[in-house]
Every structure is written in structure tokens, then in C-alpha cells.
């Protein structure tokens, strides 16, 4: 039967204990297939979801009014980056790995085994509804975890036809992928029943989830966003930045993490990236609404105009920004120009599509700027002089960056996704990513003489101090 009439169930913390168990039994399975097993059913399912695409695409546009083009063409490639390079790469990453040891110790072996957690809860935002919950599943599923996964309660006819279509494949233990669905208590009632929790959302919810998870020592990887910062230099490439911005500013009608949400600009370069930016931004607006969607949040269109009308209030000038249908979330991209440090347009986390413009007098004025702000995500800076560029790149508190680039990480899979202060800790993606879903397990064998004791057993002699005593002033590891 086709859900979309259904409404979203609110699954009761007895639902989410019950399946927690249903996990965990499936868990107790599939924790005993070799990576190798793992793999391969992981890539048969992904080919049946990837066959699938055309689908989710008119799932998520009709469900949150991302344009059925950008997720076929963003959401489905990024997807296939990931699946590409954790079934390549797992048995690489997962397998016991050797330790040095120091050379007394030669006559044993050591090695890391790593350990799948358990249940791992993944809670998903509504703005990636397919490429977050299958992005974060699949390196969980590959280090032998079970997911529990619960989407928005804005999204979630995605996730559920994801689960009926991983059952139906039948490849998977029953129960070893199942999504629960709800608010709040649902939420709460994943993160108590988990092992380990992601979470990608808001500062405030994130918050929340940390400190449940912290109640019980619980591992946790936070996502919490804060969107980019981007800084264009005077020597930039300026073609190439205005549409960059414009891009990655209005993509999913401004409601992606990494978009740029704060621009700063040096003087030499202001007007002419400015100029470029409205030219562009006309074009933009010309294509009425299939470049760029609409609101989720229908409601979040009066915080747009309040952050707008307090931008305007403090001298800035406002292009676009036009509410032209307040209840289904219709905003036009809007660019400020000569904002403030202090706005809410520069301070915050815009959800939605607006840019702010900030000139300032150096790059490294930018920098003290985007150091001040309290998110770390994502930040880039544009300058033909690309070690220049890398230079005041590696001063920014960012945790992910671009050089001429804006920050689209996420296609990278072998680069750490994550951020640092307000916009989380924790990582995803990278051989990093792929072995936090495991505990790591230290490993050593004594492998000869097999009868003989250690110098440093019992009884103890002054021969034996002095002995050790040599060794320890030698030390090499080997």
C-alpha cells in the first residue's frame, strides 16, 4: 500500500524498546558474518535502492518540496560515493590491525581487533532524507552493527520506504534495520535504547541527546550544522566564487548544513562580487521556484522576515527575500548586502535561503571574524593564490574547509565530515568514521619460548632490577 496518506505514527517508547530487541537479536547474527559477507550484501541492497531513485525522488520532493531533479542528482551520487567507499575499503579498515611494540617485547604479537557496538540509534534530520539515514546506516551495518533508525517527523515517507524495501530483499537478519517514527519521545526513547547515537539536527536538540547519552557514558556523534562561512579575497576567482555562493547559499532553498550562509568579502573585491551576485541572483529568481524549492518548515518563513527585517533596520540592503506564499513556505533567495557582526543574519544558522555579505579590510580581519562565531562546520576562502588561501584556511575553527571550493566534503567519503564547537563533535565518513562504530579491543599474544616465564615474574632479584633497568633506558619500539 503507498503511504503517502498516511500520517506519521508516533511510536510509543514501548514500540522502540521492542524493536531495540528485535535489533539486538538480528545483532547477535549478523555480528558473526565476515566483513566480506557484509560487503557484498550491503552492495546487493544498495542496488536495489539505487534502482529505485526515480522514487525517492518524488518521495522527498512531494514530502519536503526539494526539487525531484536535486535529489537524483545530489542526493543519489553522494550516496553511491559513500556505499562506493566503505564496501571498498572495509575490510582494509576493520581488519585486526598490527601494533608496534618495543623491542623486549619481540617474542609477542599485538594487534587491535575491532568490536562492533551493538544497536546504533540513528536520529535524521528532514532536509537529507535519504542520503543521511542510508549514508550513516551503511558504515554501522558494515562493522556489524544493527540500526535503529528514526527520521524526522517532517520526512519520514522516505526512511519507511527505505525499510520496507532493505526487508524485502530478505538479505539482512529480520529486525537488523528498522525504522521507528515520531517526535521528540520517539527520539528520546532511540537515544535510551541505543548503544551508540548520531545525530543530526539542531544546537538545542543536539544538546539534549548529549546529555542523555552522557548520563549513561554512551558514545555520540553530533551533526548540528551551522553552514559555511566563506571568505573571498581580493585576488579571488570571482566568477567562479559568485556562483558558488549562489549555488551552495540557495541549493534546497538555503537548508543544507555546508551552504553558505555568511560571506566576507575584502574591499578591493566587494562591488564586483556584489554586482555579480545580483546579476546572478536575477537569473536565479527568473527560474521562479524549480532551481531552488521551497520551505519544509512553512512556518520558519516569519523568522526569515524578522532576521530580514532586523538586517534592514540596522542600514543593510536586501535583495530578494520576498515571501510570496507564506503557508506553503514560497521565500525568494535573498543576499544582504553590508551586513553587521552582531546580526542575526550573520550570527545564526539561517535555515533557508539567505546570504549575508560582510565587507571587510583583510582576510585576516575574515578570519577573526568567522573564529568569533560559535558554529565550526564548514568555511572556505577564494584567492588565485591557492597557498595563501591554504594558509589562512588552516587558521580557521572550522572542521571541514575548502580552498576555492565550497565545501562539498560529503562527496569525499575518505575526508573526515564533521565540525567543532556548537556544530558538534564526532566524525563521519573516513576510515575514522567507519571504525567509531566499533570499540577497539587491544590484543596481545605471547608466542615464545612457550614454557619459559618473563623476566619480570617472580621472585624478584637485584640481577633482574639492574636487567630492567638496561631495557628501559634502550627502549625502541619495533
Same mark, same amino acid.
Not at 528485535?22 to 534502482?51: D, M, P, T
Not at 575490510?91 to 609477542?108: E, M, N, V
Not at 540513528?122 to 558494515?142: E, F, K, R, S, T
Not at 538479505?171 to 528498522?178: A, V
Given at each position: 500500500?503507498?503511504?503517502?496518506?498516511?500520517?506519521?505514527?508516533?511510536?510509543?517508547?514501548?514500540?522502540?524498546?521492542?524493536?531495540?530487541?528485535?535489533?539486538?537479536?538480528?545483532?547477535?547474527?549478523?555480528?558473526?558474518?565476515?566483513?566480506?559477507?557484509?560487503?557484498?550484501?550491503?552492495?546487493?541492497?544498495?542496488?536495489?535502492?539505487?534502482?529505485?531513485?526515480?522514487?525517492?525522488?518524488?518521495?522527498?520532493?512531494?514530502?519536503?518540496? &526539494?526539487?525531484?531533479?536535486? /535529489?537524483? !542528482?545530489?542526493?543519489? +551520487?553522494?550516496? =553511491?560515493? *559513500? #556505499? %562506493?567507499?566503505?564496501?571498498?575499503?572495509?575490510?582494509?579498515?576493520?581488519?585486526?590491525?598490527?601494533?608496534?611494540?618495543?623491542?623486549?617485547?619481540?617474542?609477542?604479537?599485538?594487534?587491535?581487533?575491532?568490536?562492533?557496538?551493538?544497536?546504533?540509534?540513528?536520529?535524521?534530520?528532514?532536509?537529507?532524507?535519504?542520503?543521511?539515514?542510508?549514508?550513516?546506516?551503511?558504515?554501522?551495518?558494515?562493522?556489524?552493527?544493527?540500526?535503529?533508525?528514526?527520521?524526522?517527523?517532517?520526512?519520514?515517507?522516505?526512511?519507511?520506504?527505505?525499510?520496507?524495501?532493505?526487508?524485502?530483499?530478505?538479505?539482512?537478519? &529480520?529486525?537488523?534495520?528498522? /525504522?521507528? !517514527?515520531?517526535?521528540? +519521545?520517539?527520539? =528520546?526513547? *532511540? #537515544? %535510551?535504547?541505543?548503544?551508540?547515537?548520531?545525530?543530526?539536527?539542531?544546537?538545542?536538540?543536539?544538546?539534549?541527546?548529549?546529555?542523555?547519552?552522557?548520563?549513561?557514558?554512551?558514545?555520540?556523534?553530533?551533526?548540528?550544522?551551522?553552514?559555511?562561512?566563506?571568505?573571498?579575497?581580493?585576488?579571488?576567482?570571482?566568477?567562479?566564487?559568485?556562483?558558488?555562493?549562489?549555488?551552495?547559499?540557495?541549493?534546497?532553498?538555503?537548508?543544507?548544513?555546508?551552504?553558505?550562509?555568511?560571506?566576507?568579502?575584502?574591499?578591493?573585491?566587494?562591488?564586483?562580487?556584489?554586482?555579480?551576485?545580483?546579476?546572478?541572483? &536575477?537569473?536565479?529568481?527568473?527560474?521562479?521556484?524549480?532551481?531552488?524549492?521551497?520551505?519544509?518548515?512553512?512556518?520558519?518563513?516569519?523568522?526569515?522576515?524578522?532576521?530580514?527585517?532586523?538586517?534592514?533596520?540596522?542600514?543593510?540592503?536586501?535583495?530578494?527575500?520576498?515571501?510570496?506564499?507564506?503557508?506553503?513556505?514560497?521565500?525568494?533567495?535573498?543576499?544582504?548586502?553590508?551586513?553587521?557582526?552582531?546580526?542575526?543574519?550573520?550570527?545564526?544558522?539561517?535555515?533557508?535561503?539567505?546570504?549575508?555579505?560582510?565587507?571587510?579590510?583583510?582576510?585576516?580581519?575574515?578570519?577573526?571574524?568567522?573564529?568569533?562565531?560559535?558554529?565550526?562546520?564548514?568555511?572556505?576562502?577564494?584567492?588565485?593564490?591557492?597557498?595563501?588561501?591554504?594558509?589562512?584556511?588552516?587558521?580557521?575553527?572550522?572542521?571541514?574547509?575548502?580552498?576555492?571550493?565550497?565545501?562539498?566534503?560529503?562527496?569525499?567519503?575518505?575526508?573526515?565530515?564533521?565540525?567543532?564547537?556548537?556544530?558538534?563533535?564526532?566524525?563521519?565518513?573516513?576510515?575514522?568514521?567507519?571504525?567509531?562504530?566499533?570499540?577497539?579491543?587491544?590484543?596481545?599474544?605471547?608466542?615464545?619460548?612457550?614454557?619459559?616465564?618473563?623476566?619480570?615474574?617472580?621472585?624478584?632479584?637485584?640481577?633482574?632490577?639492574?636487567?630492567?633497568?638496561?631495557?628501559?633506558?634502550?627502549?625502541?619500539?619495533?
Amino acid at each position: 500500500m503507498d503511504d503517502s496518506s498516511l500520517l506519521v505514527q508516533e511510536n510509543s517508547a514501548e514500540d522502540v524498546a521492542r524493536a531495540a530487541e528485535e535489533c539486538r537479536n538480528a545483532f547477535a547474527r549478523w555480528r558473526g558474518y565476515s566483513i566480506r559477507e557484509r560487503v557484498e550484501i550491503v552492495s546487493r541492497i544498495w542496488k536495489e535502492i539505487r534502482a529505485k531513485g526515480a522514487e525517492f525522488a518524488q518521495i522527498i520532493h512531494e514530502e519536503t518540496g &526539494k526539487p525531484a531533479l536535486e /535529489v537524483e !542528482t545530489m542526493e543519489m +551520487p553522494a550516496l =553511491e560515493t *559513500v #556505499v %562506493s567507499y566503505f564496501t571498498s575499503n572495509a575490510r582494509r579498515i576493520l581488519d585486526d590491525a598490527p601494533a608496534r611494540r618495543p623491542w623486549f617485547l619481540s617474542h609477542k604479537r599485538a594487534y587491535v581487533r575491532h568490536h562492533p557496538r551493538g544497536v546504533i540509534g540513528i536520529i535524521a534530520p528532514w532536509n537529507m532524507p535519504l542520503l543521511i539515514p542510508w549514508g550513516d546506516a551503511v558504515p554501522a551495518l558494515l562493522a556489524g552493527n544493527a540500526v535503529l533508525l528514526k527520521p524526522s517527523e517532517r520526512a519520514s515517507r522516505a526512511a519507511r520506504r527505505l525499510a520496507r524495501l532493505v526487508d524485502a530483499t530478505g538479505l539482512l537478519p &529480520k529486525g537488523l534495520f528498522t /525504522v521507528v !517514527t515520531g517526535g521528540i +519521545p520517539t527520539g =528520546e526513547a *532511540v #537515544v %535510551s535504547a541505543a548503544d551508540m547515537v548520531v545525530f543530526t539536527g539542531s544546537l538545542e536538540n543536539g544538546r539534549r541527546v548529549a546529555e542523555a547519552c552522557a548520563r549513561t557514558l554512551k558514545p555520540v556523534v553530533l551533526e548540528l550544522g551551522g553552514k559555511q562561512s566563506m571568505i573571498v579575497l581580493k585576488d579571488a576567482p570571482l566568477k567562479r566564487a559568485v556562483k558558488a555562493a549562489i549555488w551552495s547559499g540557495f541549493s534546497n532553498c538555503g537548508q543544507v548544513c555546508t551552504g553558505v550562509g555568511r560571506i566576507f568579502v575584502e574591499e578591493d573585491a566587494y562591488e564586483e562580487f556584489s554586482s555579480g551576485l545580483v546579476a546572478e541572483l &536575477k537569473e536565479l529568481q527568473n527560474k521562479a521556484w524549480a532551481d531552488f524549492g521551497r520551505l519544509a518548515i512553512p512556518a520558519y518563513a516569519r523568522v526569515i522576515r524578522e532576521i530580514l527585517e532586523e538586517a534592514a533596520a540596522s542600514g543593510a540592503r536586501i535583495e530578494g527575500g520576498e515571501i510570496s506564499d507564506e503557508e506553503s513556505g514560497l521565500v525568494r533567495p535573498a543576499i544582504v548586502f553590508e551586513a553587521k557582526a552582531g546580526l542575526r543574519a550573520v550570527e545564526e544558522e539561517v535555515f533557508g535561503p539567505v546570504i549575508a555579505l560582510v565587507r571587510v579590510k583583510s582576510g585576516e580581519e575574515a578570519a577573526a571574524l568567522v573564529n568569533r562565531g560559535r558554529f565550526g562546520l564548514a568555511a572556505s576562502v577564494w584567492s588565485r593564490d591557492v597557498k595563501k588561501a591554504e594558509k589562512l584556511g588552516a587558521a580557521l575553527e572550522a572542521g571541514m574547509v575548502g580552498v576555492n571550493e565550497t565545501a562539498i566534503h560529503y562527496a569525499v567519503p575518505s575526508l573526515p565530515f564533521s565540525g567543532i564547537k556548537s556544530s558538534g563533535f564526532g566524525r563521519r565518513h573516513s576510515d575514522e568514521g567507519l571504525r567509531q562504530f566499533c570499540w577497539p579491543q587491544s590484543v596481545l599474544v605471547h608466542e615464545w619460548p612457550k614454557d619459559a616465564a618473563d623476566v619480570w615474574y617472580f621472585p624478584s632479584a637485584p640481577w633482574k632490577t639492574r636487567l630492567l633497568s638496561l631495557i628501559g633506558r634502550g627502549l625502541r619500539p619495533r
